[in-house]
């Protein structure tokens, strides 16, 4: 098959996941043409995962694709985004058609579960890799930053922290070949959830947010730098799933969970969330009271 | 050096070149925000090159970023679309920042010489690639699009077509350090003008536009495709460079020249667009009377 006739299929494959109420001109000319709901602002970030060195090439075509999304859409979901679109650059090493297809199916499911609109791409030949640039909308000036952190507030996480590295840890994952084989850890690591709707609920409340992507520790201190604040976590507050080690729960990354803050005690907080610590004046991270550098945490542990 | 210090160093050698009027929120966030302006509907692409496969990862750095924003503005241009901003996801062999320097310094140069602001990227490891999402602006239902050739309408290009393929033909690009080593040809291929100015011009006028980027025959190829007609093109017309070859000129990619078409003869062609066909009713398209297959050029030649 040529260039052309993969992404033809590509496109047949995902059907209405490249099509949407805003969505002018889609895959298939130089550029899509995207509507921008009045009043919104963009949010726009582009992410890139290759083969062996982000996701193990060997692993199932559909849970590679799958992730590949839900990774880039957490951007999305750490600004308070509404989801938009995205458009995905392939480098493929080679021209299988069944492989092709299968991550596309996997993309396509995402995207449908996400509601965000495939409406453009690039094929190349090369090694494997796959760039996905993804864009939402917030109302203007109501972007959720990692730079309004606050001594006093209190921080919090989404969902459980630490499975994927876990997952990654015990090791196997790219004999997973779609979500059949998947048990509660190589679940986190293939398939996240972009928390879109923590994200929007959150727009109006946190002071600041980030998704978790290198873990926690690093994470939080990109909050603690832009925020010229410092943090203090309790270790036992850590949320994790039976076989996630505290470490990794601190330091492991791939999870996609939010970490925000919130001034004051929050009135109601969605399920799922949990009190991890507090935003304080005194520089640094600490943890139980000891200090940890959060750039530095592969030292520390 | 680690991730965070070499996007502060990317940073830093970008300066101003990563904000705007119409950035809000740059680099260092989870995403970036952009505002939209009023009327205006987005122009959204992603293009990627491989190292070795879409330019050579011997030349000089400061080439290989330059000809990358260039690129993939060119998409912009084909669509009529004012300047916007970019993303860039960088996938590094090494973390050599010297050679990342060079790179953000010929990124920097074409960024602003069109005016685009690179608000957002991401740094993995892996074999050299370069994914650019491009994003610019045109008034609601204003975008060029390919389809819209009708029988009777002029073919234009702009510029001259082949010499980057040339150059290609020649060898020698890698040896290439910086603009001082290029010449009449070599400077076609590293420094393509993304053309924006000539897209923006003929957004009221033109019928369809493309950019020349896999060669005349196959990118007007898409034209014909997409707008359901036909072309006869005069080789004669087609304008070339000394050195340049018709079948380099009519089949060579890299040139990022705008192919266009327009109804009824024009009142006055910017300087540098020379009309080189016409669409007809007839499926098909014809060089000198004699049918060539748009789409299979290679085996023509």
Redesign the interface.
Known sequence: V?E?ELIDAIVTTLGPATTGPLV??GP?????????PTG????????????D??FPAAAGPALIGYRAIMVSAS??A??G?EQG?A?????LPGDDPIWVRELTCGMRRALEQLGIAL????I????L?I?V????F?P??Q?L???GARPGDRIYVTGTLGAAAAALARGGLAECRDEADLDALSRRYFMPDARLPEGLALRDRASA???VSDGLLQDLGHILK?SGVGADLASASVPRMPGVSLAQALAGGDDYELCFTLAGPPPALPAGVTWVGEIVATPGLRVDGRPVEA?GYRHFF
Not at 28 to 34: I, N, S, Y
Request: hydrophobic share 55%; no cysteine; net charge negative.
């Open positions: 040529n052309f002018r001109v298939g000319d130089d550029a899509a043409v995207v509507r921008v919104m602002e963009l949010i726009s970030s582009i992410d890139a995962l290759v083969g060195v982000h951007d999305l750490a600004m985004a679109f458009l995905v650059a392939l480098n409406v453009g791409g690039n190349a030949r090369g090694p890799a760039s640039s993804v864009h939402g917030v203007a000036g972007a930053l990692r730079s947010a980030i998704d832009a750039a």
